[in-house]
C-alpha cells in the first residue's frame, strides 16, 4: 500500500526566500505524485502532479517538484516566496496501474513573512 | 454545476443521531472519494467509487460509516450513532477517471457531534 510523509507540519519563510516543502512516499509500484494547495477558507486545488513524463515538474503560481526515485521523494519547492503563498500543502500518491486510492500527507502550513 | 458540490456545508448534531452528506460531483466524472480531515490533521481517505462500485472501503473507520452512489452521480456518506469524534470536515472529490487525473474538490461539510 502507499504511504506520504511530510517532513514538518508548519515551514515559515520571509517573502522573496526559496521555499522548501518536503515529501517522502512509498509504493509498491511505479506511482504518480501530486501537490494540492488549500488556502484560507477555500477548497483543495491541484498545484501540480508527476505521471512518469518529465521527472521535474512545473505548477501553478511558480511552484515545481522533482521527482526522483533513489530518494522516494517528491518536494515543492519555489525560488521566491510571495505572501499569497501562505496556505496548506498536501503531497498525495497513488498507484500506477494498481489500486486507484489516492492517499495524501498530513500537510504542511506554509506561513510568510513580510 | 460547475464544480464539486456539497451539503449542507456545515450541521451540528447531537451525538447518537444518525447524519447524510450528500456530494455531487462534476458532471460525467466517474471517479468519486469521501476524505476526512480532522482539524489540525491530513486528510484521511475514507472511500472512493468507480462508477457506483466502491472497489476500496478500506478507510471507513468502522461499521457506523456508510456510503452509496447511484446514477454514476450523487453520493450519499451516512454515519449512524455519531460520536464526538467523527466531528471533522467531509471532503468530496471528483475526477474524469483515476489513476493520473487530478481531483476536483468540494468545499466540504462540517460536522460538529455535541
Known amino acids: 500500500a502507499q504511504s506520504v510523509t511530510q517532513l514538518g507540519s508548519h515551514v515559515s519563510v520571509s517573502e522573496g526566500a526559496l521555499v522548501l516543502l518536503r515529501c517522502n512516499y512509498s509504493?509498491?509500484?511505479?506511482?504518480?505524485l501530486f501537490w494540492y494547495v488549500q488556502y484560507p477558507n477555500q477548497g483543495l486545488q491541484l498545484l501540480l502532479k508527476y505521471t512518469s513524463a518529465a521527472t521535474l515538474v512545473k505548477g501553478i503560481n511558480g511552484f515545481e517538484a522533482e521527482f526522483k526515485k533513489s530518494e522516494t521523494s517528491f518536494h515543492l519547492t519555489k525560488p521566491s516566496a510571495h505572501m499569497s503563498d501562505a496556505a496548506e500543502y498536501f503531497c498525495a500518491v497513488s498507484e500506477q496501474g494498481g489500486s486507484e486510492k489516492l492517499v495524501f500527507g498530513k500537510g504542511t502550513k506554509l506561513t510568510v513573512n513580510p | 454545476g460547475a464544480g464539486v458540490s456539497q451539503s449542507p456545508s456545515n450541521k451540528v448534531t447531537e451525538k447518537g443521531k444518525d447524519v447524510e452528506l450528500r456530494c455531487d460531483p462534476i458532471?460525467?466524472?466517474?471517479?468519486l472519494y469521501w476524505y476526512r480531515q480532522r482539524l489540525g490533521q491530513g486528510l484521511e481517505f475514507l472511500i472512493y467509487?468507480?462508477?457506483?462500485?466502491?472497489?476500496?472501503k478500506s478507510g471507513l473507520p468502522s461499521d457506523r460509516f456508510s456510503a452509496e452512489r447511484t446514477g454514476e452521480s450523487v453520493s450519499t456518506l451516512t454515519i449512524q450513532r455519531t460520536q464526538q469524534e467523527d466531528s471533522a470536515v467531509y471532503l468530496c472529490?471528483?475526477?474524469?477517471?483515476?489513476?493520473?487525473?487530478?481531483?476536483?474538490f468540494g468545499n466540504g461539510t462540517r460536522l460538529t457531534v455535541t
Open positions: 467509487f468507480q462508477g457506483n462500485s466502491a472497489p476500496d
Open positions: 472529490a471528483s475526477s474524469s477517471r483515476t489513476g493520473n487525473s487530478p481531483l476536483h
Open positions: 458532471s460525467g466524472h466517474t471517479a
Open positions: 509504493s509498491s509500484v511505479p506511482p504518480y
